[in-house]
């Protein structure tokens, strides 16, 4: 016959060949210490494994292998209470398996307190030492024992205090594993597969050095491809291009003229290049010096009236 306590360890979902971490504090009952193990014991089994350890020496030794445990019952024993310290939940989530389950009891208060924590804080603390699916089970009174534990070991004299269960689960995955990741970041379309190449087309487009002297291929003699026609030279002034035949119109050169009208016309009908005529880029030339360019051909000349014909020696525009 199942006891109350075998009964309430298989409530939380312990089942036989599991292994159990069965966490107390002081001051705890030895005798209620001794009733519960003995209920893990019953519900484990032969194959199942359980362990009693101290909550101090939980967080301030390393004596349990990583990742040994499927379960961690941590202070449930109702004459006594304990502040969870950050040490002590990085040691439960070490020594828990991947997948393993954190039930624990925790005094908290209503309000901001300097010992005692809400049981928001609680809960996120859990969730910092690397536990999830972080759940408050329930919530109750503390008992006379735990309450004088409690304010003698944290001096904690509030009035608004309550014992709250929560459980936590490790992640499905080990302490420090990692996982590569396949990002896509586009639609990758199926590259369409090559057409298979007809033998007989390929045989056709193949000679060989055997090929040259068989006389059932027709090689074509490339002297025959060029005609009398294509022979003779080209009269040089059907190559111009059409810029116009001066019957109607002014022959004009196109812009980038590659034909050489452009140098027909700027030679004339003389067939001599026409003289450049410098040309003033200011329009000040003939005021006098003070109204010159930097590197004016007329610098040192007098001033003249505009329009008048000045002739500049050769010397003085090579100079310039």
Not at 245 to 274: F, H, I, M, R, Y
Request: charged share 25%; net charge negative.
């Amino acid at each position: 016959m199942r006891d109350t306590k075998q009964e309430a360890m298989m409530d939380l979902g312990i089942k036989a060949g599991d292994h159990v971490l069965l966490v107390w504090t002081q001051p705890s009952s030895p005798s209620a210490l001794q009733e519960m193990a003995e209920g893990l014991i019953a519900v484990l089994g032969a194959n199942g494994k359980m362990s009693v350890v101290n909550e101090e020496i939980l967080s301030t030794s390393n004596n349990h292998a990583q990742s040994s445990y499927d379960w961690v019952l941590s202070c449930l024993l109702t004459d006594s209470s304990c502040v969870h310290s950050s040490e002590t939940l990085a040691e439960v989530a070490r020594v828990l398996k991947p997948g393993g389950k954190l039930i624990l009891e925790e005094p908290v208060t209503g309000t901001n307190g300097h010992s005692v924590r809400t049981a928001e804080k609680l809960m996120s603390a859990l969730k910092l030492s690397g536990l999830m699916s972080v759940t408050e089970i329930s919530k109750g009174e503390l008992s006379p024992e735990a309450l004088n534990s409690l304010r003698n070991s944290t001096g904690y004299q509030g009035n608004s205090l309550a014992r709250a269960r929560v459980s936590a689960t490790k992640p499905d995955f080990e302490v420090g594993s990692s996982s590569q990741l396949k990002l896509s970041f586009g639609k990758k379309t199926a590259k369409p597969a090559k057409p298979a190449l007809d033998p007989n087309a390929a045989k056709m487009w193949t000679l060989s050095a055997n090929d040259m002297d068989d006389e059932a291929v027709d090689l074509v003699d490339s002297d025959t491809l060029l005609d009398e026609e294509d022979l003779k030279k080209p009269d040089p002034a059907s190559l111009r291009a059409p810029c116009g035949d001066g019957t109607t119109k002014k022959k004009k050169a196109c812009k980038d003229c590659s034909c050489g009208l452009a140098e027909e016309l700027e030679q004339g009908p003389t067939g001599v290049k026409k003289a450049i005529i410098p040309k003033s880029s200011c329009g000040s030339c003939y005021l006098g010096d003070a109204f010159r360019c930097d590197g004016c051909p007329h610098t040192g000349k007098p001033a003249f009236k505009p329009g008048e014909k000045i002739v500049l020696h050769n010397s003085t525009l090579s100079d310039a």
